[in-house]
């Protein structure tokens, strides 16, 4: 089996904001005091804080391009994580640009975007069953989604399993062969749909055997 990495992720920028509570008013009802603040947010450089999310949200695309989101964290193989590493070198660059123009202009803004992979041992049992677990999973639910003639659904499912035959590379190319087919099968169901098709007739007339045969070999594999 391939080796495979758990990606864990540090990105966030702290600093150059500041709520302010500012005192309005002050009545005493007579039967108490009723206080009235105004909370006033201080930015003190604001396009170090607008480029500053900017980069905390390239920096999330980056990683999802390379990996697969799971229920522990983002995982992925070991050829695309060097690739993810030498994508991740550009957010590592406007990380420190953004960091000394804030420090030029007085700000506290700062950001702090950084990778740390760790390997995991394919050996271990738990983690290789969940892992399993979790590809059936994204499977069945693109499966299910397609059959039932919901759009909603697919969508939700499709960025579900983004990536997700990085997971589990002993089966990677029957799993990759097969959200081949779910999307070729979606936009079969959308033109079926326009064609006049009620949605679950659109749906059970969709040949999903490749979908189906990964389910059913994945299924065996986690009863094994």
């Known amino acids: ?5 758990l990606v864990q992720t540090e990105f966030s920028a702290p600093g150059g ?7 309005v008013r002050m009545l005493d009802s007579g039967e108490g005091l009723e206080v009235e603040h105004r909370v006033v947010r201080l930015i003190d450089h604001r396009e170090s804080v607008r480029v500053s999310r900017r980069i905390v949200a390239h920096a999330e695309y980056v990683v999802q391009k390379h990996c697969a989101r799971t229920p522990f964290g983002y ?6 994580l060097a690739r993810l590493d030498v994508d991740f070198e550009e957010v590592r ?21 950084e990778l740390y992979p760790f390997h995991v041992e394919p050996a271990d049992d738990r983690t290789r069953g969940r892992l399993l677990r979790h590809v ?9 989604a397609l059959r039932a003639g919901d759009k909603r659904m697919f969508r939700s499912a499709w960025t579900a399993a983004r990536h997700v035959e990085r997971v589990f590379p002993d ?3 029957r799993i990759a062969a097969a959200l081949r087919r779910a999307h070729s099968a979606r936009l079969e169901l959308g033109a079926a749909m326009k064609a006049g098709e009620d949605a679950d007739e659109a749906g059970e007339g969709l040949d999903l055997r490749e ?13 094994t």
């Open 211 to 223: 979908l189906e045969a990964a389910v059913a070999a994945l299924r065996k594999e986690a009863r």
């Open 136 to 144: 059936l999973e994204r499977l069945e639910d693109l499966r299910d």
């Open 17 to 23: 904001v500041e709520n302010a509570r500012h005192l």
């Open 75 to 80: 995982v992925t193989t070991g050829k695309d």
């Open 171 to 173: 089966a990677q190319g």
């Open 1 to 5: 089996m391939e080796d495979i990495y």
């Open 93 to 113: 660059g406007l990380v420190r640009a953004l960091n000394a123009r804030a420090r030029a202009a007085g700000s506290s803004r700062r950001v702090q975007a």
